[in-house]
């Protein structure tokens, strides 16, 4: 069975006014030190008012989603005796006038220094995925293979559509913020290991970006564990839809590893065009259009049961299918996190948002 292991960042807000909190060295260690959570499964984030946790490797999807509960509960009980609680947007829906302190780190600090107003704006909250592959030859291979499903998933999983108390206009405003850096958005296509690696030490080298750290791409190889880390997801209301985000991104790189295998051709989209198809992705979530893999124009409805016939068969295999494809079908019915926010704005106000992103547990 292929291993995977998710990921989550959480914002810290005030219980009453929803505005972030700059309390994440104490919920960090109080998490740590209670009985839900090991110390290393919960970590410090760019800015104070943010953490995230990680689950340990699992192998099945029932494995993630119980990890993620007791994750989501450890923090939540953290910060609520710290006065606190856990939001689960992954944009800051409302900001002081005075910015959130980076953690005092000498990576983050240097961030600081090299971008102080992005590092100010970075009150952003996603959700990765790792996936294990057999080497990093083979990641790269599964990165050009899942690179243009990206766009889909980011459309699936948009959780971010206010900024400042306003409406974007975007269905995930976290991608856009972090569009921003040097080095973000879909991978390119690489003409192999060595093809990854040059390109990294020559972005490296520019001076342009610090350290491997800052290659924000929505998928790449990770330098801490032998998987393929993808990115692009906005951290989710409930722990359910972040357990089928995470289904779905295996059952993607399980195909790609027997697609690879097989010696079947991968699907090339051009750089332009899969810039723009995430682009639109974030812009309208599941509101409109989606471009496919093969660069057409299609309903959002259509794209997402393309996916589902595609990873169908790893599905299957490791015996999701049933729970993921209820899980879209919900999604498809109720929309994403983005349109739930934007209702609960709509008809209770700020009132109906914080309970929608806070509530009484963060499970969802």
């Given at each position: 069975m292929i291993t995977f292991g998710v990921e989550e960042e959480y914002l810290l807000v005030d219980p009453v006014t929803v505005l972030p909190v700059p309390g994440a060295e104490y919920v960090r260690?109080?998490?740590g030190l209670g009985p839900l959570a090991e110390d290393d499964e919960v970590q410090d984030e760019?800015?104070?008012?943010q953490v995230e946790v990680a689950t340990p490797v699992c192998t099945e999807l029932e494995e993630v989603g119980g990890h993620l509960l007791r994750l989501r509960h450890a923090v939540a009980s953290a910060a609520e005796e710290h006065g606190c609680r856990v939001a689960m947007a992954a944009a800051a829906p409302l900001r002081d006038t005075s910015a959130v302190p980076v953690t005092r780190k000498p990576r983050y600090l240097r961030m600081e220094g090299q971008a102080r107003q992005l590092v100010d704006e970075q009150l952003i909250n996603g959700m990765h995925v790792h996936v294990g592959v057999p080497d990093p030859q083979t990641g790269v291979a599964v990165l050009n293979r899942i690179r243009v499903w990206l766009p889909t998933l980011l459309a699936m999983s948009a959780n971010s559509p206010l900024w400042?108390?306003?409406?974007?206009?975007?269905?995930?405003?976290?991608?856009i913020v972090f569009g921003r850096w040097p080095v973000s958005g879909p991978p390119p296509y690489f003409d192999g290991l060595a093809d990854y690696e040059q390109r990294i030490d020559a972005l490296v080298a520019s001076g342009v970006i610090a350290d491997r750290g800052q290659l924000y791409w929505q998928a790449r190889l990770s330098d801490?564990?032998?998987?393929?880390?993808?990115?692009?997801?906005?951290?989710?209301?409930?722990?359910?839809?972040?357990?089928?985000?995470?289904?779905?991104v295996r059952a993607l790189v399980a195909v790609a590893l027997a697609e690879e295998k097989a010696g079947a051709p991968p699907v090339r989209c051009r750089p332009e065009l899969l810039q723009a198809a995430n682009w639109h992705a974030a812009r309208h979530g599941l509101n409109s259009t989606l471009v496919d893999p093969d660069g057409r124009s299609r309903s959002s409805g259509d794209v997402l049961y393309s996916l589902l016939a595609h990873v169908a068969p790893a599905l299957a295999e490791s015996g999701d299918e049933r729970e993921v494809s209820s899980l879209v079908h919900r999604?498809?019915?109720?929309?994403?996190?983005?349109?739930?926010?934007?209702?609960?704005?709509?008809?209770g106000g700020m009132p109906a948002l914080r309970s929608l992103i806070v509530g009484d547990s963060p499970s969802g």
């Open positions: 260690r109080a998490a760019l800015l104070q008012a400042d108390g306003k409406d974007t206009g975007f269905a995930s405003w976290r991608t801490r564990f032998p998987t393929v880390e993808v990115r692009c997801l906005d951290v989710q209301l409930r722990a359910d839809d972040a357990v089928m985000l995470a289904g779905l999604l498809l019915q109720e929309g994403t996190p983005a349109d739930r926010q934007r209702r609960a704005l709509r008809e």
